[in-house]
């Protein structure tokens, strides 16, 4: 037997379904990092060093939309330790971390193959591990908070399938537990470049 609300229902869900995928966009990234520490405690310098990435965001909407991903990465600083006897101690520390991000982004141009956007939001990265280069400095992962919030702005653009974006990523958390060898409310500050690909949204 025929039932209208059964077939209006179902028509519903099938829009709806192929609504969202039409807005849907997968975009897998790799790309560099540049990772310094603001707000150093007295004796400490520290410059960014060169760093990797990779991961993928989702892109949910169309020119305003949600863009939540998940990265991998590993972040270089070199640390130097400044004694009172002039003597300098140097090494870099490595990070290996795990990044989720919750971001808006707007296309300022929306056109057919080309886009140029930015994105803004908050982000979390997780610290899975701590090591040097060198052996110079013991940096220990027991001196160090366990992840950072952060805010994230960044540019992007999209020429068909091709996507780049370069943006910053400033550290809202302390990086150095308060016991923490290095001590200090020193913050991280990021400058990151991606290259990817943008699949779906009809493209």
Avoid at 24 to 33: A, D, M, R, S, W
Avoid at 169 to 186: F, P, R
């Amino acid at each position: 037997m025929f039932d209208p609300r059964t077939t209006i229902l179902t028509l519903l869900c099938a829009t709806l379904a192929t609504a969202a995928s039409a807005q849907l966009k997968v975009n897998p990234q790799i790309g560099g990092t540049f990772t310094n520490l603001t707000n150093n405690p007295a004796g400490v310098t520290t410059s960014a060093a060169f760093g990797f990435q990779l991961g993928a965001d989702l892109r949910l909407g169309d020119r305003l939309y949600f863009q939540p991903g998940a990265y991998f990465g590993r972040s270089a600083t070199l640390v130097e330790l400044n004694h009172a006897d002039t003597s300098v101690i140097e090494d870099n520390l490595i990070r290996t971390t795990a990044k989720v991000k919750a971001m808006l982004g707007y296309n300022i141009i929306h056109g057919g193959t080309f886009k140029l956007r930015v994105n803004a939001g908050p982000t979390y990265e997780a610290l899975l591990s701590v090591d040097n280069k060198d052996d110079n400095i013991a940096f220990n992962k027991d001196n160090y908070n366990g992840g950072s919030f952060n805010m994230d702005a960044g540019l992007g653009l999209d020429i068909a399938v091709l996507t780049l974006e370069t943006g910053v990523s400033y550290g809202l958390s302390n990086a150095y537990k308060d016991q923490g060898q290095l001590m200090g409310d020193a913050k991280y500050f990021t400058w990151y470049a991606t290259l990817g690909l943008v699949f779906g949204g009809g493209n």
